[in-house]
C-alpha cells in the first residue's frame, strides 16, 4: 500500500477519485470506473471524511457523467482531436475514454501522483512548464 499524506487543494484529488470509486462499487452505479476501484484499494490513507460527504460526491458523480458524455460526444466528431485536462489530479478519464490525452496539474500534487500511478499502470512523461504547473503526457506520445 501506498502511504498517502496531503492536504489542501491537493488533497481533493483523493477524495473525487474515492467517490467515483464508490459509486462504481454500488449496485446500481451511475458511472463505472473500475481503474478508481483499483486505485483506492491500494492507498494507505483515511478517507472517512469523504465518506461522509454526500454532497461532494454527487458533485463528483454528476460532473463525471456530462464530462464524460461531452468528451465522447467531441471525440466521435472530431477524430484525431488531442484532449485537454485541466487540473487532471487523479482523474481516470483518459482509461474510459480513448483519444490522445494531454493533461496539467499542480506541482503541489505530483509528488502524489508520480507513485500512484506506478500502483495503477501507467507511468506519464513530465515536462515543467512553469514553476506551477506540470503537464502530463498521456500513453507516451510527446511532441
Known amino acids: ?82 484532449v485537454i485536462n485541466l487540473a487532471y489530479g487523479l482523474d481516470t478519464r483518459c482509461y474510459q475514454i480513448s483519444g490522445l490525452w494531454k493533461s496539467t496539474s499542480l506541482v503541489e500534487g505530483m509528488d502524489v501522483i508520480a507513485p500512484i500511478y506506478k500502483i495503477i499502470g501507467r507511468i506519464p512523461f513530465v515536462r515543467n512548464l512553469s514553476n506551477r504547473i506540470v503537464v502530463l503526457v498521456e500513453e507516451g506520445r510527446v511532441k
Open 1 to 82: 500500500m501506498e502511504k498517502i499524506t496531503l492536504t489542501g487543494v491537493p488533497e481533493t484529488m483523493l477524495q473525487t477519485v474515492f467517490a467515483r470509486a464508490q459509486e462504481t462499487q454500488k449496485q446500481n452505479h451511475k458511472i463505472m470506473d473500475e481503474k478508481t476501484v483499483e486505485l483506492v484499494s491500494r492507498l494507505d490513507y483515511d478517507f472517512s471524511l469523504a465518506e461522509k460527504d454526500k454532497t461532494m460526491s454527487s458533485g463528483v458523480i454528476a460532473r463525471t457523467l456530462v464530462l464524460d458524455r461531452m468528451v465522447k460526444q467531441y471525440l466521435q466528431k472530431s477524430p484525431g482531436a488531442v
